[in-house]
T-cell receptor
């Protein structure tokens, strides 16, 4: 059974640009959550999608957005990138909303 | 303010020694998970504990959920270099709160051969 796949693995962007990250959950999993991980703040929850609907949202500015497709694949978008957005972005999938989460390898975003 | 505090933040010990990592909160969680993360990778789920007082063993790792479901501990016996990594606890509150999983501050463990 394939795990959670995140693409791309690495990304370098310039301040002010926008970026889209992709996450393909484990087959059969309907819940996808996104997290930002930085050395200073640790793992911070961004948002959760279930059945194409955003169910929860963390304390991040509106520049961070996401969506989920009918096949449960999810994308997150960050507009007007700032240097502080440099982080490892992790996606986790679960069968249902409150079951065990399995993480992808993450996308390392560097904003210069 | 972090909802889940882990201690110690850093731990470096010799191969063969025992260690305990703590995860504490003032909030009650319906379940608590432990993950290990290696550099450049996503966290890998080790165990989920659900019942207050529950103890689970995974080879040399022993996980305990506090009776009040507010804290947890991870004990490693005879640590090996392969145990090196970032250990994260994560609590789940299904009845309220915006976050599906609240992560702890993490314990970076280094086992010296």
């Amino acid at each position: 059974k394939a795990g959670v796949t995140q693409t791309p693995r690495y990304l370098i962007k310039t301040r002010g640009q926008q970026v889209t990250l992709s996450c393909s959950p484990i087959s059969g999993h309907r819940s996808v959550s996104w997290y930002q991980q930085t050395p200073g703040q640790g793992l911070q929850f961004l948002f959760e999608y279930f059945s194409e609907t955003q169910r929860n949202k963390g304390n991040f500015p509106g520049r961070f957005s996401g969506r989920q497709f009918s096949n449960s694949r999810s994308e997150m978008n960050v507009s007007t990138l700032e240097l502080g957005d440099s982080a490892l972005y992790l996606c986790a999938s679960s069968q249902a909303r409150y079951t065990e989460a399995f993480f992808g390898q993450g996308t390392r975003l560097t904003v210069v | 303010t972090q909802l889940l505090e882990q201690s110690p933040q850093f731990l470096s010990i010799q191969e063969g020694e025992n260690l305990t990592v703590y995860c504490n909160s003032s909030s009650v969680f319906s379940s608590l998970q432990w993950y290990r993360q290696e550099p450049g990778e996503g966290p890998v789920l080790l165990v989920t504990v659900v019942t207050g007082g529950e103890v689970k063993k995974l080879k040399r790792l022993t996980f305990q959920f506090g009776d009040a479901r507010k804290d947890s501990s991870l004990h490693i016996t005879a640590a090996q270099p392969g145990d090196t990594g970032l250990y994260l606890c994560a609590g789940e509150r299904t009845n309220f709160g915006n976050e599906k999983l609240t992560f702890g501050t993490g314990t970076r463990l280094t086992i010296i051969p």
